[in-house]
């Protein structure tokens, strides 16, 4: 049976999305995700009518810096709580940062490692407002992690 011949160009580009594909980091599994054993809580607040706004320059700004943090093993996770409408509380969000160490943000180097990412961001501003136009920071809480299931979704918070 004859066979047409793949022309060089399909052939060669074939070959490098086979070795594309071989050369991209896999994605974190339960055996290379190292657990949460700290989380931080930041509460905040928006200002009048500037939920949505707070919410995403937070989106935008603070997860593109903790996406960094999280590829440089500084965290393991981010994630952002909308607090639900009619419940009557002084904040509106609640921002939880996971880290690999009981001590946190504490730890050794990671404070100065986030303000290297923080120092590298270019503000992202909603609607030209930045975030002491949208919201403030209620209060914040460290926690330590004293016991998680394990590989449960919650435990990794992302």
Avoid: C
């Amino acid at each position: 049976m004859n066979r047409p011949l793949l022309p060089l160009a399909a052939l060669a580009l074939a070959t490098q999305a086979a070795a594309a594909a071989e050369a991209e980091p896999a994605p974190p599994t339960a055996a290379t995700q190292p657990a949460t054993r700290h989380i931080t809580q930041t509460y905040l607040r928006a200002l009048p009518g500037k939920r949505a706004a707070l919410i995403d320059y937070i989106r935008r700004n603070w997860f593109a810096m903790d996406r960094i943090g999280i590829a440089r093993g500084l965290f393991t996770s981010y994630s952002l709580l909308d607090r639900a409408e009619g419940d009557d509380a002084d904040w509106d969000v609640i921002v939880m940062v996971g880290y690999p160490t009981p001590e946190g943000h504490e730890a050794p180097g990671v404070a100065e490692a986030f303000r290297a990412i923080r120092a590298a961001h270019r503000e992202e501003k909603i609607d030209g407002l930045g975030f002491a136009q949208l919201g403030v920071i209620v209060r914040h809480y460290p926690l330590v992690v004293a016991d998680q299931s394990a590989g449960a979704p919650a435990a990794r918070l992302n």
